[in-house]
């Protein structure tokens, strides 16, 4: 149990720290994943910046993950969206440009304030307050393994166990605090998982934006 996500990424630096890195950037999925990004840039000296990426939700189940979409247009499927569209290709696009426009506003109003970094030849590690069905921490790798990075790893605090050898096979490294065979949520695993807003977010990509 985490006490939040500052304490999760505390917990996760301890772990980073250990291994060598290559003029490390830490790229948080929005909105969590950039809280815990921010504690890992301090604790690792590293640059911080984000990777956008979204779920595509199941018709009438919107905590269900079809899959995800990732900022370059990549969609990724998981092997049950065939079966619940069956040939409903229609809903799919859809939901596909619903969240692409989503990932187009995070665009404007994040990289306002921090432009993307170039993470070629460097130590990338990627992170988010965990990891449920994982759609979205794969359309994220999609984007980042096509950057040539020195090295890409994978950094949360929970995932559920069942999922970590598919991680690891889209990464060079994973560091996962907890693996539970039991997994309902990723909230369960910490006393405040308050909703991150993109003030916030806006806050701490001001913070740790280069100085000009």
């Keep these: 149990m985490f006490r939040n ?26 909105r969590g994943g950039v809280v815990l990004g921010a504690v890992l840039a301090d604790q690792l000296g590293a640059d911080l910046d984000i990777v956008l990426a979204r779920k595509l939700r199941a018709p009438d189940q919107p905590e269900l993950a079809l899959g995800a979409v990732s900022e370059d247009g990549e969609v990724y499927l998981k092997d049950h ?14 939901e596909r440009r619903y969240q692409m426009a989503e990932i187009a506003r995070r665009q404007k109003l994040f990289r306002q304030v921090r432009p993307r ?3 070629e030849g460097r130590s990338v590690i990627v992170t988010d307050d965990g990891i449920a069905t994982g759609s979205t921490m794969f359309a994220a790798l999609h984007v980042v393994r096509g950057e040539k990075a ?3 790893i994978v950094a949360v605090p929970v995932a559920p166990h069942n999922r970590l ?21 990723i909230g ?25």
């Design 81 to 94: 969206a065939r079966v619940i569209l069956g040939d409903d290709t229609d809903y799919l696009e859809a």
């Design 165 to 185: 050898t598919e991680i690891r096979s889209w990464c060079d490294t994973l560091v996962c605090l907890l693996a539970p065979e039991h997994f309902w949520g």
């Design 150 to 152: 020195h090295e890409v």
């Design 5 to 30: 996500r500052e304490d999760a990424a505390l917990q996760l630096a301890q772990q980073l720290k250990r291994r060598p890195l290559r003029e490390p950037v830490v790229l948080g999925i929005p």
């Design 188 to 212: 369960q695993f910490y006393e405040d998982f308050t909703q991150v807003e993109d003030e916030e977010v806006l806050n701490l990509l001001r913070a740790h934006a280069p100085v000009a």
């Design 117 to 119: 970094v170039s993470v």
